[in-house]
């Protein structure tokens, strides 16, 4: 599965591996030896690390088909991603989004010819409404979330991600020895460890990142169990802030992460200025708000003598965090970077 991800993105127009960056000056800072940034904010023209997942499964499971109609449901980027796939190959496509999601956000999805359904609630009334008008009108989910009945689709959708690891492989010889995975319903994170597993010769240490106030991965991790918890207030990292698992997501990190970190809020948008005016790099980086959690977690564990030494961070290893997404919504990004610079 993972092969054939590879072979069918890398043949898409204008593919191009995205950059792999250093931190040099924060890896100075912190005593590492390597800090690699991978620049998802280049990924296509979507500035998002899930152009690969989404656009993916619809090229996958459409087969060719063209009479067909395609739809999700999302929190933006997903969306984004399946309607762009739609868009590639002349699919018609219905996006539901929740009453949370920003009209910037939509109007990037409808740039791409999707036919955008705001439902009133949060993203699981969003999922319900798709479900119940995808089902009467015969039209063919994409979905990035897997549950005990719907798997496939979202097994398509991590096969996509696991080739920035593919690419990592060739852009770098050193061996990585940690990697900073910030999770959501979890997608992000076990594509890479499936990528891992595939494309590297050794295996380094996971650490996951979470918000705070949706650490539902921390939670399931600790009870053994997948874990639905509820959260309180919505965190800033908006990609991020989710409730549940995904279930196959869950059957992969539950044995390979190593560790679970949870961050709020406090620090994105200085992070984010960090990254733009070159404090963590010689040259400036566009990291939005679920781009900059890594950068975070990472700083956090390496000022906390305890926990650098639990994850065996020291002056020979080469760390990994996945800068995920750009200005992905512009208006945010411009508030963040403004925030962060006073
Ligand atoms: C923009 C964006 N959305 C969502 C996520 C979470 O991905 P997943 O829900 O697959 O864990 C991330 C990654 O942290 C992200 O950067």
């Known amino acids: 599965m993972l092969s054939n991800a590879f072979n069918s993105i890398s043949s898409w127009r204008n593919y191009r591996a995205t950059p792999l960056l250093k931190l040099n000056k924060l890896q100075k800072n912190l005593k590492l030896n390597n800090i690699f940034y991978k620049d998802e904010s280049k990924r296509f023209h979507l500035k998002s690390f899930k152009a690969l997942g989404g656009a993916y499964a619809v090229e996958k499971i459409s087969k060719g088909k063209k009479n067909i109609t395609i739809s999700s449901a999302t929190a933006g980027n997903h969306g984004r991603s399946v309607a762009w796939g739609a868009q590639r190959l002349k699919l018609k496509c219905k996006i539901f989004v929740s009453q949370y999601v920003s009209e910037t956000r939509v109007n990037e999805i409808k740039k791409f010819g999707a036919e955008v359904i705001r439902v009133k609630g949060d993203y699981e009334n969003s999922l319900k409404e798709c479900q119940k008008q995808s089902k009467k009108n015969n039209w063919k989910i994409v979905q990035d979330v897997s549950t005990k009945n719907y798997k496939y689709v979202p097994q398509l959708t991590m096969a996509g991600y696991s080739i920035m690891i593919k690419e990592i492989s060739k852009q770098t010889n050193q061996y990585i020895t940690h990697i900073f995975l910030q999770a959501g319903v979890g997608g992000l994170a076990a594509g890479v460890v499936a990528g891992v597993a595939k494309y590297f010769k050794r295996i380094p240490k996971i650490i996951i990142v979470e918000p705070d106030q949706a650490d539902c991965v921390l939670q399931s991790i600790k009870s053994n169990k997948l874990k639905k918890i509820r959260i309180k207030k ?109």
């Open 234 to 342: 919505e965190s800033i990292m908006g990609g991020m802030s989710c409730n549940e698992m995904s279930l196959v997501p869950w059957q992969i990190l539950k044995s390979a992460s190593d560790c679970c970190v949870s961050i709020s809020d406090k620090n994105i948008a200085k992070t984010i200025a960090g990254l733009k005016d070159k404090k963590f790099s010689k040259i400036s980086i566009t990291g939005g708000e679920c781009a900059a959690p890594g950068v975070i977690a990472l700083i956090g564990i390496c000022n906390n003598i305890k926990a650098k030494k639990f994850l065996n961070l020291n002056e020979s290893s080469n760390i990994l965090v996945i800068g995920c997404e750009g200005n992905a919504d512009v208006k945010l990004y411009k508030q963040l970077l403004s925030k962060g610079r006073k």
